[in-house]
């Protein structure tokens, strides 16, 4: 019986596997996307216009110097005071000084509510009732909106740019923009292992130890893994902050603007929050790992809950700005914490010196009354995944078949046949019960997931295919 319900279990993970595939990455198929202009595009006006407003398919954030409005003698001619319209998120509004005709540049660069920094550039040319000025080549590249990463990407350029001495000028290149892609993969790593932890120790660890009446000293040692983990999230933090600071201002990287992007913008908010309660998180799990308590790891499990909502802070979801997605996101997250965070905890319990030391048989059982509740739990937690990716499929995806044509697609591609070597891994240490080569098994499942990891980094600093 026991093994009729594993090959149950393994092939809900093989049946799963399909949908997840697909649906895995559906929240970051939609950024902020310009959608109307005043000054129109292109346009010819005959009354200088007083202020440029920019509208977007969702709210963004307006930080550093986020619209330039230039002559052609490049002179800005806007107030420097661009703001996001108190009364609509999605607006930006940038007040003009006295404007002669000629033609004129808007060049703007804003951040969605999910990180990623959009930018771009268009023309329009002022002429009064009867005159008929030459219309110059700008290069627009705003009919859809230029998409960047989350802090790489393309900027929006082009023939027409007049050279000035305060002009912002791309600064990512492809080598920087693979390593913020990486940044941002190694902090959802951190960050998906660290809330891993507790549930794990609660769920699976303890109840199997007594159960099998040994074992439970085998994850003291999670008190140095979680100091570990927040390690490795502070400076997979101050690599993707320093690398949106460069995307989001168009300057190069200084101490000042640093401090600035830390404390003075949306996603250093995020970030400070995700550090301040993953070190409550490694604080609740360390005080847990020293005690014989269970309680304690309650308590770090409501942590590592709190930790996660700062990666659906900085979602797709967070733009829609109501309940559910954030709940389908957060629970999304939540999910792939306990599946991955488990398996690291997992190896580092039986890695340890405690286990070790057991006697071959109580090893044994102890191995394997954990595996029957771990695989349990992720079973779980693939259904969950594979439930709130659908119900984000419906709210993002309008044309899957648009991934196939675009980098995003292949990035894609490759996100998924991780996921598939993952779930094969899963499949086989399901099957195994602890035995044969399951440790070896539990290694190569981290690793893939840490790859798993690194290609949503790369999948996420992509233009979506909805905007391609």
């Known amino acids: 019986m026991p093994k009729r319900a594993a090959r149950g279990r393994a092939a809900l993970l093989a049946g799963l596997a399909t949908a997840w595939l697909v649906l895995a990455c559906a929240p970051a198929l939609a950024h902020a996307n310009l959608v109307e202009a005043s000054p129109p595009r292109g346009d010819k006006v005959s009354k200088p216009p007083e202020r440029v407003e920019l509208r977007f398919s969702e709210p963004v954030d307006a930080e550093f110097d986020p619209v330039v409005v230039r002559a052609a ?45 959009v930018d771009g550039r268009y023309a329009f040319i002022v002429a009064p009732s009867g005159e008929d000025l030459p219309s110059e080549d700008t290069g627009d590249t705003s009919a859809a909106g230029m998409h960047s990463g989350h802090h790489a990407g393309h900027h929006g350029g082009g023939a027409g740019r007049v050279a000035s001495t305060d002009r912002r000028e791309p600064v990512p290149e492809p080598a920087a923009s693979r390593a913020a892609s ?82 003075d913008s949306r996603v250093g908010a995020v970030w400070l929050a995700r550090l301040g309660l993953a070190l409550l998180a490694a604080a609740a799990i360390t005080a847990a790992a020293a005690t014989r308590r269970t309680w304690p790891w309650w308590a770090a499990i409501g942590t590592s809950a709190l930790l996660i909502t700062t990666l659906t802070g900085s979602s797709h979801a967070a733009a829609t700005g109501r309940l559910l997605p954030l709940l389908a996101d957060w629970t999304h997250a939540m999910a792939a914490a306990v599946w991955m965070g488990g398996l690291l905890g997992f190896a580092v319990a039986l890695c340890s010196g405690a286990f070790r030391s057991l006697a071959p048989d109580i090893r044994t059982n102890l191995r394997e009354r954990s595996v029957r509740r771990f695989s349990a739990v992720a079973t779980f937690a693939v259904v969950v995944l594979a439930c709130t990716g659908l119900y984000a499929a419906i709210l993002h995806v309008p044309h899957p078949q648009a991934l196939l044509a675009v980098p995003y697609g292949r990035a894609l591609l490759v996100k998924l046949a991780l996921l598939t070597l993952l779930l094969a891994v899963g499949a086989s240490n399901l099957l195994l019960r602890g035995r044969g080569p399951f440790g070896r098994l539990v290694v190569l499942e981290l690793l893939l997931a840490l790859g798993l990891f690194v290609a949503t980094g790369f999948l996420t600093s992509l233009p979506p295919a909805s905007g391609a």
């Not at 108190?86 to 703007?108: F, H, I, K, N, Q």
């Not at 008190?223 to 390690?231: H, K, R």
């Open 182 to 263: 990486i940044e941002h993969g190694l902090g959802l790593a951190a960050t998906a292992f660290l809330a891993g932890l507790a549930p794990f120790a609660a769920v699976v660890w303890l109840p199997a130890s007594r159960q099998s009446g040994v074992g439970r000293a085998a994850i003291r040692s999670f008190g140095v893994l979680a100091s570990s983990l927040l390690l490795a999230l502070a400076v997979a933090g101050v690599g993707e902050l320093s690398s949106y600071a460069v995307r989001a201002s168009g300057d190069p990287l200084s101490t000042g603007l640093f401090w600035q992007t830390l404390f």
């Open 73 to 117: 003698s490049g002179a800005r001619v806007d107030a420097h005071d661009a703001r996001v319209d108190p009364e609509d998120a999605r607006v930006v509004l940038a007040d003009l000084e006295r404007m002669p005709a000629g033609s004129y540049t808007v060049e703007w660069r804003v951040t969605s509510i999910d990180g990623h920094v």
